[in-house]
C-alpha cells in the first residue's frame, strides 16, 4: 500500500515538474508529432535542425522560384508581405524560432512571469526570453499581434543580444523601436510591421516555439525562413532540400537556356518544356563548362524533370 501511495505522489510530482519545463511551450513528443513529416536530426526540444550547409545555399534562393515549388506541393499559404525593413541588402535566412505574444491582462501575466523567474529561472521580461534559446543560424520570429504603439518588442540593446546569440536577424509581426542604433549592428537585419519610439507594455509571451501565425501563414518551429526584399517565405524543414535543389536547378537551367537560345541552338519552348536526352546531354556538359554553377548527374536531372514543381 505504501508503494502504490508513494508511487502516485512520483507520478503527480512528475507530472508537475512535467508542465512546469513546458511551460510556454510544448513537450518534444508534441512538436516532433507535428513536425513529423521531417526526417532529420532535431535539437533537444525537438524542433526540426536543418543543416548549415542547406542554410548556406538557401541564402541565393529566389523567393519566387521557392514560393512556387512550395504551392505546386500544396503549400499555398507560405509567404507573407508587407515589411518594414532596416537594410533592403542583407537577408535573413534560418531556422525559426517562434514565439507567440498577446493582449496582456495582469492575473495571466503575473503568474507567468512569476513562474518563469521563480521556478525556470528566467531573466527579466519575458519578450527576452526567446532570445536566451537562439542558436547560431537560428531566426527570432515572433507574432505581436500586429501591436504597433506600445508593442515594439526589440530595441538596440535586444537587436545586439540576438544578433550575438544567432548571427541571425528576425521577423516581428509587431514594432520595433532604435532604428538609427540597430542600422549600426553590421550583418543584422529586421523585418517588421513598423517602427515606433515607444516602450513594450501590454504584452505577454503566451507561446515559445510553438506553432504561431504570421499573417496568412502558419509558422513552425524549425521552418526555414527566407526573407528578403520582396517579403517572407516560411518553408516546412522537410520541404528545405526539394525547394532549394529546385531553385538551383532553374537558376543553371535560366542561364543555360538563355545561352542556348542566343546561340540559336534551343527555342525557348524547347528549353521550358521537357527535356529530351539529347538536351539533357547539352546540359550536363554545358554545366561541366561552369563549375560555378555546381554539379548534377543525369540522375538527378532526371529526378528534378521528372516532377517539375517548377
Not at 504561431?212 to 522537410?238: C, Q, S, T, Y
Not at 542566343?262 to 521550358?272: N, P, V
Request: contains cysteine; proline residues 4%.
Amino acid at each position: 500500500m505504501n508503494f502504490k501511495i508513494s508511487f502516485l505522489l512520483l507520478s503527480v510530482v512528475g507530472i508537475m515538474d512535467s508542465q512546469l519545463l513546458y511551460a510556454q511551450t510544448i513537450s518534444k513528443e508534441e512538436l516532433t508529432f507535428l513536425t513529423s513529416e521531417w526526417k532529420g536530426e532535431r535539437f533537444p526540444d525537438g524542433r526540426p535542425k536543418v543543416a548549415e550547409s542547406l542554410l548556406e545555399r538557401a541564402k541565393k534562393v529566389g523567393i519566387a522560384d521557392a514560393w512556387t515549388v512550395l504551392k505546386n506541393e500544396g503549400y499555398t499559404n507560405q509567404y507573407e508581405g508587407n515589411w518594414k525593413t532596416v537594410n533592403d541588402e542583407t537577408p535573413v535566412v534560418g531556422r525559426a524560432v517562434t514565439a507567440q505574444f498577446m493582449p496582456s491582462r495582469p492575473d495571466v501575466e503575473k503568474s507567468i512571469v512569476d513562474r518563469g523567474q521563480k521556478v525556470q529561472g528566467r531573466k527579466g521580461a519575458s519578450n527576452s526570453w526567446p532570445i536566451d534559446v537562439l542558436t547560431k543560424g537560428d531566426v527570432y520570429v515572433a507574432d505581436g499581434f500586429g501591436k504597433i504603439n506600445g508593442g515594439t518588442l526589440m530595441g538596440a540593446t535586444l537587436a545586439n543580444s540576438i544578433f550575438n546569440k544567432s548571427g541571425n536577424g528576425v521577423v516581428f509581426n509587431a514594432a520595433v523601436r532604435d532604428l538609427e542604433e540597430i542600422q549600426t549592428i553590421k550583418g543584422f537585419n529586421a523585418f517588421v510591421r513598423d517602427w515606433h519610439p515607444s516602450f513594450l507594455e501590454g504584452s505577454v509571451l503566451m507561446g515559445l516555439n510553438t506553432p504561431i501565425r504570421m499573417g496568412n501563414v502558419m509558422v513552425m518551429p524549425g521552418d526555414l525562413v527566407i526573407a528578403k526584399r520582396e517579403g517572407v517565405l516560411f518553408i516546412p524543414a522537410h520541404l528545405a532540400e526539394q525547394v532549394i535543389s529546385t531553385c538551383e536547378f532553374v537558376t543553371r537551367k535560366d542561364k543555360f537556356g538563355f545561352e542556348m537560345i542566343k546561340a540559336g541552338k534551343y527555342s525557348a519552348g524547347q528549353i521550358d518544356s521537357q527535356w529530351n536526352d539529347q538536351l539533357k546531354n547539352d546540359f550536363l556538359k554545358w554545366l561541366g563548362t561552369h563549375p560555378e554553377m555546381g554539379t548534377m548527374t543525369k540522375a538527378e536531372v532526371d529526378k528534378v524533370m521528372s516532377k517539375r514543381t517548377w
